[in-house]
């Protein structure tokens, strides 16, 4: 019944009930049972039905007969029966894998139809008539009454005309429409991959199954009554504080509105963070939604707002964790075990904050862990914050999952951002976001701007660009006129050799910031920052562009090396951030020998800013009087997406798939794929849906290089955290102490864990965990964090 009630929030109960009672009756057969019995030593290895179960893992078939069942009943039932068949029968076959290619697409191997493969697999292999022949008679009396009912392929057929109905063209074979109905079958396997876990994992652990709220939260009413006790609270103390009253007051207002794509477009320091919350929760009460998920693209973010977030809604008294649910952990791998699957969580909270890279995963990852969670998108209020940091390959995939999600999903999103990206305008055929006119929460965005303008962009640009002495020299220059100067470059090795060129030479007090830097060790840094800020007291701060987006920071001054205009006006919102000075300045300067080679987004952002700041310096009038007011943004923004417009579609190279091909086409038409096997077999595909889903879902992985999080020993808390973990017996269970963990983790790039471990400086908590940890902390330093180089004394932590 889990699955049902999950796809009820789509329309499809009857479907989600169909797939939840028939997805494990190949179970029903000898050869798992006999499998079952000989792994839980039910059965003796001297009887004749004993067998090798440790051998057997993943390889005796219980997931066909179920599809196959599915398919032979409704694919008889005319065209709309193998549509609907189809997308059922995949959910069932692909619920130990993830879902399964309809069309394969690999390396060195012809394209073959690889769902009517399946679904013709023979019986002596799938034991369907024999499962069929065992099955509890009162299960398979409730699915052939759910097949025989009109609402089963009806459903389906509703489902898929809405996508139609608003797809380019009305044309149900676009890249669009073809995504999108590819993303109503994921959304159906989220529903049962979701029920069937916790059903499991609530049998072996009954103890676990007692800790779920399923839904049942604190209402929104008490929610909103602490939220707004919290607002009347806040006293100005700043003169931009009643500006950000009346953004918050906008937010409120447009709560009432009905559920859609909405656009919060704010200045940086205008206090987004409490106004999308006030505008979430009174929309989730007006509409009777779930649950309020912020996606955030940086965990620094997320540190920080969740904490806000949390001692506003989990006041003193309440159950720490009973609102507010964090998820980016990234401390085991990808590659899971089956325990680790069915324990992993289920976004099952009311606020839940998590990251771009996680809400990716969950539309468009590998295996099951991200998809279970897609069910959770639904009737649900979605806040973007950051919009501008989505990765440009994934603009078009994102765009169309965002329609589904608000037309199919009944959820409503809000792209919240200083600085809007285009995503509107960019090709409809290919995916560009519906945001109905009048959808911006802010009724007069040029004059926000404007009264909002604390400071002024310098651009400080010169012929041969700037050596590290002269910007050095000049940070210490900004940081005695203004009291503070914060530099903010475009990648760690440059914030290194800054710090130490500065450090050496500086009477001021310095600080160093990178994601080298576990969570709770930049939070103690930025502690320290603010506290000497709100003294103003000198401080020179150099980061990586982690302090851009949302971190609340205020200097007087700003450095910033050139970078996107996005980019740039996130950096201005950490100066002069609460007004408190007449203006504060921001200069862009252009380093000498920056090698960005590696760094496209990073590259060509640059390029196409610094045609704009030419361009103003010849028309100021053209952009309003701002070089990162909202013209100059726009104008940005359409130069930036025309050059990039061939990186939307999520390119996948021969070396990773076979042949050049995208991640947009293996999920919607799949042209490619389909061409090879009507040249090879004279006819076009016999199936509807032709995706290849797994092999996109791995070529995203591939293209999308995962890190792996690394526990290091920050402090005394780190390395108790480290002994502790080590010692327990099992350390893939121990959540609370894995969910602190997630502040003493350092995330890390392939190459460089490779290396890492090559020296013998990671290791595995416990053999087979996957949780790694430093055990040398030589490696990890106060000034620089993770380093692959050692320094100091060597401390074997984990013995």
């Not at 190949?26 to 039905?49: C, H, I, M, R, T």
């Not at 602490?226 to 937010?251: A, F, K, N, Y």
Request: hydrophobic share 40%.
């Amino acid at each position: 019944m889990l699955s049902r009630c999950h796809a009820v929030k789509i329309g499809m109960s009857d479907q989600g009930e169909l797939i939840g009672l028939l997805h494990d009756l190949g179970k029903y057969s000898a050869e798992f049972q006999n499998y079952l019995k000989s792994a839980v030593e039910l059965l003796n290895p001297d009887e004749d039905e004993f067998v090798d179960a440790k051998g057997l893992k993943g390889k005796v078939d219980h997931s066909s007969a179920g599809a196959q069942f599915v398919w032979r009943e409704l694919s008889n039932q005319g065209r709309l029966g193998q549509i609907g068949g189809q997308i059922l029968a995949l959910c069932i076959a692909s619920h130990h894998s993830g879902l399964i290619d309809c069309l394969t697409s690999e390396q060195n191997r012809p394209v073959e139809d690889a769902f009517t493969k399946r679904i013709n697999k023979l019986d002596g292999r799938t034991h369907l008539y024999e499962a069929l022949g065992k099955a509890d008679k009162v299960i398979l009396a409730r699915a052939q009454e759910l097949i025989a009912k009109p609402e089963m392929l009806n459903g389906i057929q509703t489902a898929i005309r809405e996508i139609i109905l608003v797809a380019p063209g009305m044309n149900d074979r676009s890249i669009v429409a073809q995504q999108q109905v590819g993303l109503l079958a994921r959304f159906l396997f989220s529903c049962l991959i979701d029920a069937d876990r916790i059903d499991t994992a609530d049998f072996e652990s009954p103890k676990h199954a007692r800790l779920r709220t399923n839904g049942n939260y604190t209402g929104w009413e008490t929610l909103i009554d602490r939220l707004e006790r919290h607002l009347v609270s806040l006293q100005p103390r700043h003169p931009i504080d009643q500006l950000r009253q009346d953004i918050s007051r906008h937010c409120l207002e447009g709560a009432s509105r009905s559920k859609g794509i909405y656009t919060l477009t704010v200045p940086t320091g205008g206090g987004k963070t409490l106004a999308s919350l006030r505008f979430a929760l009174h929309h989730a009460k007006e509409h009777g939604m779930d649950r309020v998920i912020y996606v955030i693209p940086f965990t620094s973010i997320i540190d920080q707002n969740a904490a806000v977030v949390r001692g506003i809604l989990e006041p003193e008294g309440t159950d720490p964790g009973s609102v507010v649910l964090e998820h980016h952990s990234n401390l085991t791998p990808e590659q899971q075990s089956w325990r680790g699957k069915i324990l992993s969580e289920n976004w099952d909270a009311p606020v839940v904050y998590t990251t771009s890279v996680q809400l990716l995963e969950t539309l468009f990852g590998a295996g099951t862990r991200g998809a279970r969670r897609m069910h959770q998108l639904a009737n649900a209020v979605l806040v973007f914050d950051e919009i501008q940091t989505l990765p440009v390959n994934c603009v078009r995939l994102f765009n169309n999952a965002i329609n589904f999600l608000a037309d199919r999903c009944n959820s409503t999103v809000v792209l919240c951002t200083a600085t809007q990206p285009l995503l509107d305008k960019v090709d409809a055929n290919k995916g560009a976001i519906r945001i109905p006119d009048g959808n911006e929460l802010m009724p007069d965005k040029k004059r926000l701007f404007d009264d909002l303008k604390r400071v002024e962009v310098i651009n400080r640009r010169k012929p041969g660009g700037w050596t590290m002495d002269e910007i050095a020299a000049l940070a210490q220059e900004e940081t005695v006129k203004a009291s503070s100067c914060l530099v903010i470059v475009n990648t760690k090795n440059a914030a290194q050799t800054l710090y130490r060129l500065i450090k050496d030479r500086a009477d001021t007090a310095v600080f160093h910031l990178s994601t080298n830097m576990c969570p709770a060790h930049r939070k103690t840094i930025l502690t320290e920052v603010r506290e000497r800020l709100a003294r103003l007291e000198p401080t020179l701060c150099i980061s990586t562009q982690l302090i851009e987006a949302g971190v609340d920071v205020d200097f007087g001054a700003v450095i910033r090396f050139t970078a996107g205009l996005d980019s740039i006006a996130q950096a201005a919102g950490r100066c002069n951030r609460n007004g408190i000075r007449d203006i504060g300045y921001v200069h862009v300067v252009n380093p000498q020998d920056e090698n960005l080679t590696m760094l496209p987004d990073i590259r060509i952002g640059q390029e196409k800013a610094e045609r704009v700041l030419n361009d103003y310096e010849e028309n100021p009038k053209k952009y309003g009087n701002s070089r990162i007011g909202p013209e100059a943004m726009e104008w940005y923004y359409q130069n930036y997406f025309f050059e990039r417009a061939g990186d939307m579609n999520y390119s996948v190279s021969a070396q990773a798939l076979g042949r050049d091909d995208t991640l947009l086409n293996l999920l919607s038409v799949n042209s490619q794929a389909v061409a090879a096997f009507g040249q090879a077999k004279g006819q076009a595909p016999d199936i509807y849906l032709r995706q290849s889903f797994m092999a996109a879902a791995k070529a995203f992985k591939a293209i999308d290089t995962p890190t792996r999080g690394i526990i290091v020993p920050y402090g005394q808390t780190g390395r108790d955290l480290i002994t502790t973990l080590c010692a327990a017996y099992l350390p893939d269970k121990e959540f609370n102490l894995l969910r602190r963990a997630q502040q003493f983790s350092v995330n890390v790039f392939p190459q460089v864990l490779e290396r890492l471990t090559r020296a013998n400086v990671v290791q595995e908590i416990q053999e087979g965990t996957g949780i790694l940890f430093l055990a040398d902390s030589r490696y990890y330093s106060d000034e620089f964090g993770l380093s692959e180089t050692p320094e100091g004394k060597m401390e074997v932590l984990c013995g």
